[in-house]
């Protein structure tokens, strides 16, 4: 037997393989417990019993979690003189099956050894052999080139994990809740097929991203005709899932795993998301699944209440490397659930009423990242410069696709071939091109890397009769002429319209606008047969007032202290006639006040500055 491990930051694998021969020498040693003298159930001692050859370890899943390599359960003194003094518990990795009263081990449907990742966020995961065969692809290798925060690395420098660890830590997640619900309500009839099924969905839901994670769907969006529906980057996610299976001939590998078509089909549902609404007509309804397993399109992307286990990878993994608190704990959340009918006749996964408060906990800690990371005031601004580069680079970056075609950037979400090879590393292209058509495009690169910065100027938010609905990116156009039209005559020149930069601030409490809890429903160990909902009063008079909180944020592209006085000017002006409340960023002094500049400090400038002890 051999040991593998992968550590999903660094991708590099250890194999070390045991010993080939069949039976370890010497052929009659005994067995630790029976060195040891460990009394059996009907009171023998070990040591009395005829010596076991100890054989190589074989992969039966139940000697591996006994931790008696070689014997079986059944054959294990210890094992046995142990389960007599306490029962198995299942921790919160959800390991073997036990029944609830007696911890007795449940049978176990045989699947084939998984192989060990070693993850900063879970620890050691176990991933199916199926899953292993998908990650090494070329396709899904492709998500250790996409940052998962995409240019909050360049604010916060430790933010530099990417999609790649996250897919495998959701798909490790989906596996827990999956087999989590297997394990409590076998009425259920989640099958093999499912648990697998939803394991890929929770690994392949992030293919589609494309470089700088949400930034490229918005150019790609910036770049569609007028009248076109939006692109999404989930409709990539299932081509790209399509594709993999094609271009790498797994067909036979999930045919092996009984796995057919209507299966394929399944994931892409779990990937894509279906809301409880689509079940209504049959046009709409998934072909996946029948509609008693409703409940599994809830684990990967949940378009019910939003709570899924993409957002508890994903919010786990960022707080540690934006070193930002998450409160939400996904453990005890998972060990509540349990599936009921809603009262429409679909099953619904439903919490423990105990576990109110970590609903809020989850997206109290969804909104402080936003609030603090996502959309930092800088991002954002970086967010905009980067947009800008890629539309000044579309038209010469040109990606070979299909039968050697090459499409712009934005035309390689539609063609895989393309898209596979369209990663974060398209900026060292433009980088190192020597195209001349590229040189505003590297000029933008430039400044980004020497962080010059278009300058913050400040923030608007509607006030008591303001109106919250000019707040939409299809405004942003019309209020920067507004804002240019406040500039006075004189001072035109100096900041014209087009060096107006806006972006909105759009942070949310909950999924969309409404209360976090207002579409879960939950149950009691007073009575569990049955579920109920909870009202927000019921938990709480401090919850916030509002579900969405938009601000406008403007920036200016001129980045001297007169320039940013002229468009401040300007906007509290428009704010002033928009009923807006306006927050100004500070003014920059005509003195830097955080000492001399780089350039200023010769060794004079050292020999001036006073050499103070305490501070």
Request: net charge neutral; charged share 25%; aromatic share 6%.
């Amino acid at each position: 037997m051999s040991s593998q491990t992968m550590d999903t930051a660094g991708g590099k694998r250890h194999r070390q393989a045991d010993e080939d021969d069949s039976t370890l020498t010497p052929p009659t040693l005994m067995s630790t417990a029976a060195a040891r003298g460990v009394k059996t159930t009907n009171g023998a001692t070990a040591a009395t019993m005829p010596a076991t050859p100890l054989t190589k370890p074989s992969r039966d899943r139940t000697s591996i979690e006994s931790g008696c390599f070689g014997l079986s359960q059944s054959q294990s003194p210890a094992f046995s003189a142990r389960k007599e003094k306490r029962p198995r518990v299942v921790g919160p990795d959800i390991g073997i099956p036990t029944t609830p009263t007696t911890g007795e081990t449940l049978p176990l449907p045989l699947a084939p050894p998984g192989q060990l990742f070693n993850d900063s966020v879970h620890g050691h995961m176990e991933v199916d052999p199926l899953c292993v065969a998908i990650i090494d692809t070329e396709q899904f290798q492709r998500l250790r080139n996409l940052k998962q925060l995409g240019v909050a690395s360049l604010v916060f420098p430790s933010a530099c994990h990417h999609r790649f660890e996250h897919s495998i830590g959701t798909s490790y997640l989906a596996g827990l809740m999956v087999e989590r619900l297997r394990q409590r309500q076998p009425e259920l009839g989640i099958d093999d097929q499912d648990v697998l099924c939803v394991k890929i969905a929770g690994l392949c839901h992030d293919l589609g991203h494309g470089p700088f994670s949400h930034t490229f769907e918005l150019h790609v969006n910036g770049m569609l005709e007028a009248g076109s529906p939006p692109w999404e980057h989930e409709m990539a996610s299932k081509a790209m899932f399509r594709h993999l299976i094609d271009v790498n001939e797994l067909t036979h590998a999930f045919s092996a795993r009984n796995l057919s078509e209507i299966d394929i089909q399944f994931i892409e549902e779990l990937i894509a998301g279906v809301p409880p609404s689509a079940w209504a007509d049959p046009a709409t309804a998934p072909k996946g699944r029948p509609r008693d397993k409703s409940f599994l399109f809830e684990i990967v992307a949940n378009k019910r209440n939003g709570v899924d286990v993409d957002k508890w990878d994903y919010f786990c993994r960022d707080s540690r490397h934006l070193n930002i608190k998450a409160p939400f704990d996904y453990v005890r959340y998972l060990l509540s659930v349990r599936v009921f009918f809603d009262s429409g006749g679909l099953r619904q996964i439903c919490p423990k009423d105990k576990e109110v408060e970590s609903i809020y906990d989850l997206w109290s800690t969804r909104s402080r990242l936003h609030r603090t990371a996502y959309q930092h005031k800088t991002v954002k601004v970086l967010e905009r410069m980067l947009l800008e580069l890629l539309r000044e680079a579309e038209p010469y970056v040109l990606i070979p696709g299909r039968d050697g075609k090459l499409l712009k950037m934005s035309e390689a979400v539609t063609d895989p071939v393309a898209y596979t090879k369209l990663t974060d590393s398209v900026l060292l292209l433009i980088e190192v091109s020597t195209e001349p058509a590229l040189r505003p495009a590297q000029e933008l690169l430039s400044d980004i890397r020497r962080r010059r910065l278009y300058k913050f100027v400040g923030k608007a938010q509607p006030g008591a009769a303001g109106d919250a609905n000019r707040l939409a990116r299809a405004q942003l156009p019309t209020i920067q002429k507004e804002i240019a039209q406040c500039i006075r005559a004189a001072d035109a020149d100096a900041v014209p319209a087009d060096a107006i930069v806006l972006d909105l601030i759009k942070i949310t409490h909950g999924p969309g606008k409404d209360d976090p809890i207002h579409n879960l429903r939950f149950w009691s160990k007073d009575d569990p047969s049955r579920t109920f909902k909870i009202s927000p009063k019921e938990v709480s008079h401090m919850l916030p007032a509002h579900g969405e909180e938009v601000r406008l944020c403007v920036y200016c592209k001129h980045r001297d202290p007169q320039s940013k006085a002229v468009l401040t000017e300007a906007l509290a002006q428009w704010c002033t006639k928009n009923s807006f409340e306006f927050q100004a960023s500070p003014l920059e002094p005509s003195t830097p006040m955080r000492g001399l500049r780089a350039a200023e400090l010769t060794e004079s400038s050292f020999k001036a500055i006073p050499f103070n002890p305490s501070v």
